[in-house]
């Protein structure tokens, strides 16, 4: 028996209903009724639905920004048209403007690949299970951070080895 099938729970701690207690109905993308505590397959799809939308939000953002911030040039400001003077600080402001929307972009990059990684996880059956006890991740904490790799116990463990004074 491995960690995921293991029936025991923790004490204090509510046991997620086996995999045969919420059954989908036709065209239903995920189980209806009361969210459990931690995740189960059967949410999968749920995830995934959250997952793709959250992706399709950040690839909105970064289309905007390549369209206003990250593409605007000097050269549209001081062209033949152009009845204003181009002064040397607004060249400065725009220029950090652009490295703003590029470090955004940048960031936003990651989170798409942290995304597409959590994808991976849901085809290959590993997602919604910690990576490091193999215990599964808490429900509200998937729904809030979809891409999440450990349960709050194992992250909680990393940040404290992290901020151990030296």
Known sequence: MTARQSTKTK??????PPATAVALEP?????GGEKPAVYSPEWKEYFRELILRKRLEILHEL???????????ADQYS???S??????ADQGTDAGEREKAFLFASREGKMLRLLDQAL????NGTYGYCQETSAPIEFKRLEAIPHARLCIAAK?????????PE
Do not use: C, F, V
């Not at 004490?11 to 997620?16: H, I, R, W």
């Not at 289309?63 to 040039?73: D, H, I, V």
């Not at 009845?83 to 040397?88: G, L, S, V």
């Open 11 to 16: 004490p204090g701690t509510k046991a997620s």
């Open 156 to 164: 909680k463990r990393h940040e404290e080895e992290n901020n151990l």
């Open 79 to 81: 062209g033949d048209n």
């Open 27 to 31: 065209g239903q993308k995920w189980p």
């Open 120 to 123: 991976e996880r849901i085809e």
């Open 83 to 88: 009845t204003y003077a181009y002064h040397m």
């Open 63 to 73: 289309s905007y920004l390549r369209e206003t911030s990250m593409e605007t040039t």
